[in-house]
């Protein structure tokens, strides 16, 4: 199942599960849509990948009891702040890929 991460590892903004501005890569590392787009360059710095905009888990109980209720977001905070310069250089020649092409 999909971790629903509480914050933006860079920023710690909180990104509760209805946030529309949650983006996550494969991994689920997970940083707020201003991170990914003004600092990360869609280049996750843990894996190289690109983003997609986190999925709302539904709030009511449309069918089966999925619900945010039954499978809540997680409680670990990972605030992992991005080193700019270092990320720079590590997203230089991946950011002009397609998350497609990486
Ligand atoms: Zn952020
Ligand atoms: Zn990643």
């Not at 199942?1 to 991994?27: G, K, T, V």
């Not at 996750?44 to 709030?59: A, D, L, Q």
């Not at 270092?86 to 950011?95: E, N, Q, V």
Request: glycine share 4%.
């Amino acid at each position: 199942m999909l971790d629903l991460r509480p914050i933006c590892e860079n920023c710690a903004r909180p990104l509760p599960p209805d946030a529309a501005e949650a983006m996550i890569c494969s991994y689920e590392c997970t940083f707020c849509a201003a991170c990914v787009a003004d600092l990360l360059h869609n280049v996750c710095p843990n894996c190289g990948g690109g983003f997609e905009k986190r999925p709302v888990r539904p709030s009511r109980d449309w069918k089966g009891g999925n619900t945010v209720a039954n499978d809540p977001p997680v409680v670990a905070r990972k605030h992992k702040p991005v080193d700019q310069v270092t990320h720079d250089a590590f997203s230089l020649a991946i950011r002009t890929l397609s998350p497609h092409q990486r």
